[in-house]
C-alpha cells in the first residue's frame, strides 16, 4: 500500500499540522509528523503529541456507556428521566439511552450543527457562558433544558452534542463519579493510554499540542474558543499511539465482551447508502468492506481516527489547525 502517494495526493498535505500515522497489527507503516505544537517556541509535533479531538470524544463516551450496560449496571432502554437526578425542562420524558447513544433522540442541541450559522451561535453561546466556567456536566444543562425539542424520539438519525452531554451525566448518576474519572478508570487505564486524557487548556501538560486559528494578524490559541476542560461531547486529548492501542483493545475484549462489541459496533442507526451509526462509533460500509471510525472538528482542532478489522489497520490524523482531514480518510478508505 502506497501511502505515501495518498498523503502527497491530498490536497491539504502541505498546510496540515499534526500527525497522520498508519499502523498494523504489528507495527508502524507510515507516518508524517508536521508542524509545530507550539509555535512561539519552535516546537514540532511528534508520535506522542496529544492533541485535542474535539468530537472524537464521543467515540469513548460511547464505550464507557456500554461498559455500564455490559456490567449490568445500566439498561439500553432506560429512560433518562427515570436516571438523571434533575429537572430536564423540555426535553422528552420517553427519549432512553438508546436514542442518546444511536443519535435518535431529537433532543435540542446547544451547538446545533445543522445550522447555517452555528459558528456565531457558539460564539454568542461562549459571550453568554464564558468558557473558563465549563469545568461540570451539570453546567450544561441551562443551555440544553429550555430547548425544544428537533424531533420524536426514533424519528430519525440527527447528530447531537447535548445528548452526548446528557449520556455523560447518566454516567455520573449511575457510577457516582465524575465523567472525566469514569472514563480513565475503564478505558485510558486498562487500555494503558499514556498520553489520553482530559486536561484543562490552562495547565496543559508537556508534549500537548495547542490548538491554533488563522486570522488576518497571524495565528491565535483557541483557548478562549473551547470549554477549559473537556466534556462528554468532547475536548478529550490523546496520540497516534494510544489510538492504535485503543481499537486493538476494544476488538480484543480488553473494555467490555464479546457480546456488548457485537453491539457496540453494528448498525443502530442510519445516516445513508453507506454511513451508519454504532454506540458511538461511526461505521463505513461499502459491499464486504467496513471500516469503524469517529471525526472531530472544532477552533484549532482536526481529527478521525479509523480501524479495519479485516485488515487491521488502525488510520488516525490529529491536527491542531482547522486543516479539513476528511477527505484524508475517505482516501484511505477507498483504497483499502
Sequence with gaps: MNYEQIWKEWSDSTQF??????GDKNNTVFEK????????????????????????????????????IDEGKLSIHARICDILPYSLGQIDKNVT???LLTHTSGVGDYIDEDSENCEEQLQALYDKYPVQLWT????????????PPKFKPSERYGYSNSGFILLGLVIEA???????????????SPCKLKHTGF???DSLPAN????????????????????????????LYTCADDLDK???????????????????????????????????????????????????????????????PEQQIVFSALGNTSVNTYPLMEKVFAVL
Excluded at 137 to 147: F, H, K, N, V
Excluded at 174 to 188: C, K, L, P
Design 246 to 308: 485503543l481499537w486493538r483493545a476494544v476488538f480484543k475484549g480488553t473494555i467490555f465482551s464479546e457480546n456488548m462489541l457485537a453491539e457496540f459496533i453494528k448498525k443502530q442507526s442510519e445516516i445513508s447508502e453507506i454511513e451508519s451509526y454504532g454506540f458511538g462509533v461511526y461505521r463505513h460500509e461499502v459491499e464486504d468492506k467496513i471500516f469503524y471510525y469517529a471525526v472531530g472538528g472544532d477552533a484549532g482542532v482536526d481529527f478521525f481516527t479509523a480501524y479495519s
Design 208 to 235: 500537548v499540542a495547542l490548538g491554533y486559528m488563522e486570522d488576518g494578524d497571524g495565528w491565535n490559541t483557541n483557548i478562549f474558543s473551547l470549554p477549559i476542560l473537556g466534556g462528554s461531547d468532547g475536548g
Design 17 to 22: 499540522s499534526g500527525v497522520f500515522s498508519v
Design 174 to 188: 449511575v457510577s457516582g463519579i465524575s465523567y472525566q474519572q469514569y472514563v480513565y478508570e475503564v478505558i485510558i
Design 199 to 201: 486536561y484543562r487548556a
Design 97 to 99: 439511552v438508546f436514542h
Design 33 to 68: 509528523c508536521v508542524g509545530l505544537r507550539n509555535k512561539s517556541e519552535n516546537l514540532p509535533n511528534n508520535r506522542d503529541t496529544a492533541f485535542g479531538i474535539a468530537s472524537g470524544t464521543k467515540l469513548f463516551t460511547g464505550l464507557a456507556v456500554c461498559k455500564l
Design 136 to 147: 461540570r456536566l451539570e453546567y450544561y444543562l441551562q443551555m440544553i433544558t429550555p430547548l
